[in-house]
C-alpha cells in the first residue's frame, strides 16, 4: 500500500488571481477556439463546451439550440441510427459539426456507429465513452476505432492521469475525456471509494496530452461558469456539463408537477433510473453509481449557455486574456477556504 501526499485540488479549493488587463469589455473576448486534431487532421472552430452524452442532457434539441451558439454536444448513445437518419435530414452542416456520436465498446456499438455515420460526412465526432476508462479492453477499442475512421476525431475516456491520458492517444484517440467521480449525479466515489480531484486531474493530464499533441476534455463537476472557467484555466481545452445544462426544455428530461411546481427528472447515466430504463434493471453482479434528482424546471437553455458563456468572459477579463486560448496562460491559481460569501444562504 502507498499513500501519495501531493496536494489534489478540485475546483472549490482555487480562485483566479486577478492581473493587470488592457480589455475594456468582456466583449472583447474571443471564447471560440481553432483545433487542429492530432490523428484525424481535422480542423474545428467553436465555442469548446460540451453538453454531456447523458439522455436528459444530450439530446437533438439541445444540439440544435446549442449550435446556434457554436457550442457541441455529446449526443447521448440511446437514439436508434433512424432516429439520427431524421436527425441529420432535418439539420444543416452547421449543426451536425457541433454534434458528437456517443459510443460504448461493444460489437453491437461499435455496427452502431458505423451505420450513423455513413449516414453523413458531416458528423466528425466520435465519443467512445466508459465509466472506466483504465480498462485495457477501452484501448484495444480506440485502436479498431481509429483504423475504421482515420478521418473522425476520436474522443475516449474516461480517465483522471497522465499515463493512461498517453496510452490512449498512442492508441488513436484525438481528444481524452477526464474525470472519475466529480459529477452532480454520480456516486463513484461513495460507492467505490475511487476518484481524483477535478481540477488537479484537468491540470496533469491536459499537460500529458499537450505533450503528444492531443487534447483533453475536463468532464464532470463544473457547479457554475466560475467552474467552468476553472477547467479552461487549468488545461481543459473543451468542457463537458451535464447538470448544469440539465432541467430545460431542450434536455428531454420527463416533467413531474409537485406542489403545483414543475421539476425535471435528471439522473447519472449509471444510476438505477438510466438501467430500469435501458437496460432492463441493475444486473445482479453491479451497484447503481448515479443518482437520480428532481431539478426545478428552467424554460429554454439559451439564457443559460449565454450567462455561462458571459461568466468565462469575464474571468477572461480579469485576468487580462482576449481570447480563451490565453487563458491558461494567464491563469494563476490561489488556493482558498471559501468560495463565497453565503450570508444571505
Ligand atoms: P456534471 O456536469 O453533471 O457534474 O457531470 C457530468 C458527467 O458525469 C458526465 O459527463 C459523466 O461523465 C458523469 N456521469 C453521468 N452519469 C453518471 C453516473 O451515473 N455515474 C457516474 N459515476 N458518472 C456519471
New binding site residues.
Given amino acids: 500500500m502507498r499513500i501519495e501526499q501531493d496536494l489534489k485540488l478540485g475546483f472549490k479549493d482555487v480562485l483566479f488571481r486577478p492581473k493587470r488587463s488592457t480589455l475594456k469589455s468582456r466583449s472583447q473576448v474571443e471564447l471560440t477556439r481553432d483545433f487542429t486534431f492530432k490523428h484525424s487532421g481535422r480542423q474545428w472552430s467553436g465555442v469548446p463546451i460540451i453538453a ?3 439522455d436528459s ?1 444530450g439530446s437533438f434539441d439541445m444540439a440544435k439550440a446549442l449550435a446556434k451558439h457554436n457550442v457541441m454536444t ?1 449526443i447521448h448513445k440511446h437514439y436508434t441510427v433512424e432516429d439520427w437518419a431524421g436527425f441529420i435530414k432535418e439539420n444543416p452542416a452547421d449543426v451536425l459539426k457541433h454534434a458528437m456520436v456517443s459510443t460504448g465498446t461493444s460489437d453491437a456499438d461499435f455496427q452502431k456507429t458505423k451505420d450513423i455515420m455513413a449516414l453523413t460526412d458531416d458528423l466528425m465526432f466520435i465519443c467512445i ?1 466508459i ?1 472506466n476508462g483504465y480498462s485495457e479492453h477501452l484501448v484495444e477499442y480506440v485502436e479498431k476505432v481509429r483504423n475504421a475512421f482515420p478521418d473522425k476525431v476520436i474522443s475516449a ?2 480517465v483522471v492521469t497522465g499515463d493512461m491520458v498517453e496510452e490512449l492517444i498512442l492508441a488513436g484517440a484525438d481528444i481524452v ?1 477526464v ?10 466515489r461513495v460507492k467505490t471509494g475511487v476518484g481524483y480531484p477535478q481540477l488537479s486531474a484537468i491540470i496533469e493530464c491536459a499537460d500529458a496530452a499537450h505533450g503528444l499533441g492531443g487534447q483533453i476534455i475536463g ?5 457554475c461558469a466560475g467552474d467552468v472557467s476553472k477547467a479552461f484555466g487549468g488545461g481543459a481545452d473543451f468542457v ?7 432541467g430545460h426544455e431542450e434536455s428531454n428530461g420527463e416533467i413531474v408537477e409537485k406542489d403545483g411546481h414543475q421539476f425535471m427528472k435528471f ?5 438505477q433510473s ?1 438501467m430500469d430504463k435501458h437496460s432492463g434493471g441493475v444486473a445482479n453482479y453491479r451497484a ?4 437520480t434528482v428532481l431539478l426545478p424546471y428552467r424554460g429554454p437553455v439559451e439564457y443559460t449557455i449565454q450567462d455561462i458563456m458571459g461568466g468565462v468572459r469575464s474571468t477572461c477579463t480579469y485576468v487580462g486574456a482576449a481570447k480563451l486560448k490565453e487563458l491558461t496562460k494567464r491563469t494563476t491559481f490561489i488556493r482558498v477556504r471559501e468560495q463565497e460569501n453565503n450570508v444571505y444562504g
Avoid at 474525470?179 to 454520480?186: A, E, F, L, Q, R
Avoid at 447503481?288 to 443518482?291: D, L
Fill in positions: 454531456a452524452n447523458m442532457v455529446a465513452d465509466a475516456g474516461n475525456k474525470g472519475i467521480g466529480p459529477g452532480s449525479v454520480c456516486t463513484t468532464d464532470g463537476g463544473c457547479t463537458m456539463l451535464g447538470g448544469m445544462l440539465a439522473y447519472g447515466m449509471s444510476s438510466a447503481a453509481e448515479g443518482k
